[in-house]
C-alpha cells in the first residue's frame, strides 16, 4: 500500500520561502521516480520538480529553476521540496507523487499514486 501525505503549504507573501513535505510509505526511494506537481484554478496539473534518486535524473520546470529544490531524506522516507523567491504566479495545490519505473517523466498521467494536495497561496 502506497501512501503520500504532504503537508507544509500556507499563506506567504512574494520573496518569501517554504519547505513541503511528503511524507512516504511503501515506495523505495532508491528505485522509484518521485516527484512534485501543482495545479491553479483552471489549469492543468503541471510538473515542477522530478527526481529519481537511483540515476540521479532531474527534471525542473523552467519557471522554477534556481528557486526550487527536490530533496529526501531517506532515514525519514521523506521527499521536501524547497521554494525560494516565490512568486503569486507559484499559487497552487501542490501534489507528492510517485511512480514504480526509474523512467523519469514530467507527465502527471505517467505517475500512479499521489497526496492529497496542499495549498501554496503567495500574495504580492
Known amino acids: 500500500q502506497v501512501q503520500l501525505v504532504e503537508s507544509g503549504g500556507g499563506l506567504v507573501q512574494a520573496g518569501d520561502s517554504l519547505r513541503l513535505s511528503c511524507a512516504a510509505s511503501?515506495?523505495?526511494?532508491?528505485?522509484?521516480?518521485m516527484g512534485w506537481f501543482r495545479q491553479a484554478p483552471g489549469k492543468e496539473r503541471e510538473a515542477v520538480a522530478t527526481?529519481?534518486?537511483?540515476?540521479?535524473?532531474?527534471y525542473y520546470l523552467d519557471s522554477v529553476k534556481g528557486r526550487f529544490t527536490i530533496s529526501k531524506d531517506s532515514a525519514k522516507n521523506t521527499m521536501y521540496l524547497q521554494m525560494n523567491s516565490l512568486k503569486p504566479e507559484d499559487t497552487a495545490v501542490y501534489y507528492c507523487?510517485?511512480?514504480?519505473?526509474?523512467?523519469?517523466?514530467?507527465?502527471?498521467?505517467?505517475?500512479?499514486?499521489w497526496g492529497q494536495g496542499t495549498q501554496v497561496t503567495v500574495s504580492s
Open positions: 507523487a510517485a511512480r514504480s519505473s526509474p523512467t523519469i517523466a514530467t507527465t502527471a498521467r505517467d505517475f500512479s499514486y
Open positions: 511503501g515506495p523505495t526511494f532508491s528505485s522509484w521516480t
Open positions: 527526481k529519481n534518486w537511483s540515476s540521479g535524473m532531474t
